[in-house]
């Protein structure tokens, strides 16, 4: 994604950076609304010519095929449209999942049998069956809404029928399932199918009113009828404010737009996810995360996961500051507990089970923070609900070790590891941030977003930008780019600056029109200006729209300038800095984010050894002082 001034770049930020939802709107499908079915990944297999499909159909990684001579919709596969029918479908998965559930495993797993529904959000902790015959009667509502949500996966008998009474239209009607649904043989369905990281398919001889979304492929049933639900959705969803967190948390910085983010560890994904927000790592590989849908930037040892490193640890160190106000709870939470605003402490490890509520009393600017001295463990199946005006962007679970949670939990709110690991395991949500200041972040299977993405009518991003680097070589520079999932996209042209503020142009490079694939792109600076030098992309459109990403900063040192070589770096115990300049009783300052930690003096000469003593492992930075003159800056990593 390009960047600040690409397309739908400012409701982008509006939903990554503004805290609050405050009032409802109806679900809007997006580029999903003309879809019968639609697939992120896999195979769509139609239902041969003896059934029809009135729709259209997709996959954005896949083939399409055996569709009948009835069928009246159009085929896409793998291209501009369905690029964003894969981030609407993550869009539409997250509104559904955030409506405050009615019905929490009230219901037993087994739908059918003569049963008979009244409107509302059901969820099952399983897998989950129709069989037989079930009602879902909206009591004359025509806006009644129908969810029903399992942990797992779904299965239709054969001869299951669902009838809509009461004025329920099957367009209000959502069947989700964190696993495959498949639906029986000479089955009657009403309502969408959502099969969340799984399959959907049907076996012969079925009729369905309403939309097929999957993750991994769907097929239909020989002879089977399919078609989109009539008439508009009335499904409420929320949307957000731009109220900032309380003041005493409104300490982010640029860390506020991550989801992932490791100061010191590696960053990663080992299965198909959806993000909102960006991700990164300053020290550490970002991987895993080409085959989800990311709706945000990746970050990966630059100037940009530099400064989040910086921040987030001065965020740590002042939410540490906070004052203590409950420092008697048990360190178990969770179990149905009811929490109002405070800083709850745990001297040591502590962990979290069930269902915990946090009620910020009406108070907008209610602030939660949970500290740990040691691990933070959260069970499966573990929900964290907020009521009466609670905010994500005031609650922080903070721990002096590992923060690991189980599968299926439903997590809300910043987690901060220090110097230790942050995981969750599969089918997990989180609203809010997975952070570390020194140890690895890893999901699997998860969705994970700063705020829920809400629809807002703007035009796709022609581009999701993974890196964008420039390298001095000698007297000339190279700049790199690493891009994937390109909309009509025609060329990029590199253009620089020495001031930031008036750009020229250096090269136009071709771009790869519409593709999912991951796309390498260089090229080289030949007569770049001495000192500090500015670079961005200008991405143009098929149709000649402009977009632009945001500047780096290359900076090409002459003979004059103060070079230092740091060597090893990382390092664990001692490390020797030289320079191409002798000193004469300069000064090396040690420092993190916010404070000075070490202190050498009476330096002589060009090259001494740097000892780490007592300091942590982690990133800091160095600073030579001469004459009360700054000659230079460098970064230092220090491993255990």
């Known amino acids: ?69 009835s069928y009246n919709g159009n085929q896409y596969n793998s291209n501009g449209l369905t690029l964003e029918a894969r981030i609407d479908l993550l869009r539409v998965y997250i509104h559904l999942f955030d409506i405050f559930v009615d019905y929490p495993n009230t219901h037993t797993p087994s739908f059918g049998g003569g049963d008979t529904l009244t409107p509302g959000i059901y969820s099952i902790d399983g897998a989950g069956s129709i069989a037989g015959t079930l009602t879902l009667n909206g009591g004359g509502d025509s806006n009644a809404v129908f969810i029903v949500k399992l942990d797992g996966a779904i299965t239709a008998s054969a001869n299951t029928t669902i009838n809509l009474t009461g004025g329920t239209r099957a367009c209000n009607v959502f069947w989700i399932a964190e696993g495959a649904i498949y639906i029986g043989a000479n089955s ?3 309502g969408s199918l959502f099969s969340h990281f799984g399959v959907v398919s049907f076996g012969t001889n079925c009729t369905m009113d309403g939309r097929i979304l999957a993750a991994q492929g769907i097929t239909m049933g020989g002879g089977s009828d399919m078609a989109i639900p009539s008439g508009p959705i009335s499904i409420p969803t929320q949307t957000t404010n731009t109220r900032p967190p309380a003041a005493a948390v409104d300490v982010l910085r640029s860390i506020e737009g991550f989801v992932l983010f490791s100061s010191v560890g590696a960053v990663s994904n080992s299965a198909s996810s959806g993000f909102v927000g960006h991700i990164g790592s300053d020290v550490g590989a970002v991987s895993g995360f080409t085959s989800s849908t990311v709706i945000g930037y990746r970050y990966n040892t630059d100037s940009i996961t530099a400064q989040a ?8 160190t002042k939410l540490d500051s906070i004052p203590v106000t409950d420092s008697t709870h048990a360190a178990t939470f969770g179990a149905g507990d009811t929490l109002t605003a405070g800083v709850y402490s745990i001297a040591g490890a502590g962990s979290l089970s069930g269902f915990i509520t946090l009620d910020a009393q009406n ?87 700063c705020e829920p993405l809400y629809f807002t009518p703007y035009a796709y991003l022609p581009v999701d930008l993974i890196s964008f680097t420039g390298e001095v070589e000698g007297d000339k520079v190279r700049l790199k780019w690493t891009t994937t999932n390109e909309i009509n996209n025609a060329h990029f042209t590199v253009e620089h600056s020495t001031d930031g503020t008036n750009f020229n142009s250096v090269n136009k490079i071709s771009g790869a029109g519409n593709s999912t694939q991951i796309s390498q792109y260089s090229t080289v600076h030949y007569t770049p ?24 900063a290359v900076t090409i040192k002459t003979t004059d300038d103060l070079i230092l070589n740091i060597s090893p770096n ?48 982690g990133m800091y930075w160095i600073r030579i002082v001469e004459d009360g003159k700054v000659l230079g800056t460098e970064k230092i990593i220090i491993t255990d």
């Open 309 to 316: 490193e910086l921040d987030l640890d001065t965020a740590y």
């Open 363 to 449: 108070d907008q600017d209610a602030v939660f923070i949970f500290k740990f001295g040691g691990a933070f463990t959260v069970a499966a199946q573990t929900t964290v609900v907020f009521i009466n005006k609670t905010r994500m962007c005031n609650v922080f679970w903070i721990a002096e070790g590992a923060i690991s949670m189980a599968a299926h939990t439903n997590m809300k709110g910043t987690m901060i590891a220090n110097n230790a690991a942050c995981s969750m395991a599969a089918n997990s949500h989180i609203n809010g941030r997975m952070l570390s200041t020194g140890g690895a972040v890893s999901v699997s299977t998860c969705v994970a977003y």
């Open 570 to 617: 990382p390092f664990s115990n001692v490390t020797t800095i030289s320079s191409n300049q002798n000193f004469k009783n300069a000064s090396l300052i040690v420092y993190s984010s916010y404070k000075t930690v070490k202190t050498v003096e009476h330096i002589y000469g060009q090259s001494f050894s740097l000892y780490r003593d007592n300091l942590r492992a």
């Open 1 to 69: 994604m390009m960047n600040k001034q690409l397309k739908k770049t400012l409701v982008l930020a509006l939903l990554l950076f503004l805290p609050n939802l405050i009032f409802s709107q109806v679900l809007d499908l997006g580029a999903l609304t003309s879809f019968a079915a639609f697939t992120e990944s896999g195979n769509v297999t139609g239902p041969g010519t003896s059934g029809t499909v009135l729709g259209d159909v997709g996959t954005n990684s896949g083939t399409l095929g055996r569709f009948a001579t």
């Open 529 to 552: 200006t001495m000192g500090k030098s500015y670079y961005r992309l200008k991405q143009t459109d098929y149709d000649g729209k402009t977009n632009y990403s945001d500047q780096i």
């Open 188 to 190: 009657v369905i009403k």
